[in-house]
């Protein structure tokens, strides 16, 4: 394979990697949110659970290892191209490990300008009791 080549497999199996952390973490937050919000909360229930408190507890597990997994077999994939490479290992391992930290640090960037957009946009509709004026998921 030539260098372009190997350079856009690594690079796009760092950036899954990367997008699986992305979304585990997404999906954390976002049922830990839900939990606090449902305590004491009788209703909901779903997955064989008996109240939404235990649907959503047991919903988290399963989201965290699903990501878990991702991660670990885009982690031993990222590996396997970056070991079988004939360009070298530190040539590979070094592209590989700068894509990963470019891609979480633009993530971690990206997430706070539009977060705070998003924030900044939920609290003017709630202050105008305004549904409409609520940003798109």
Do not use: C, W
Not at 49 to 77: N, W
Not at 102 to 125: H, N, P
């Amino acid at each position: 394979m030539s260098l372009v080549t190997e350079v856009l497999l690594v690079s796009g199996v760092a950036l899954d990697l990367v997008g699986a952390g992305v979304l585990s973490h997404a999906h954390n937050a976002e049922s830990i949110v839900e939990l606090r919000q449902d305590v004491g909360d009788d209703e909901g229930a779903a997955v064989g659970e008996p109240d939404a408190l235990s649907t959503h507890s047991q919903l988290l597990a399963e989201k965290r290892i699903g990501f878990l997994l991702l991660t670990i077999g885009l982690v031993l994939y990222l590996s396997g191209l970056v070991l079988k490479s004939p360009e070298g290992v530190a040539l590979m391992g070094t592209i590989g490990a700068a894509v990963v930290i470019g891609g979480i640090v633009t993530s971690l960037v990206f997430t706070r300008v539009v977060g705070g957009k998003v924030r900044d946009q939920a609290r003017e509709a709630q202050r105008q009791e305004d549904p409409d004026a609520l940003p798109e998921q």
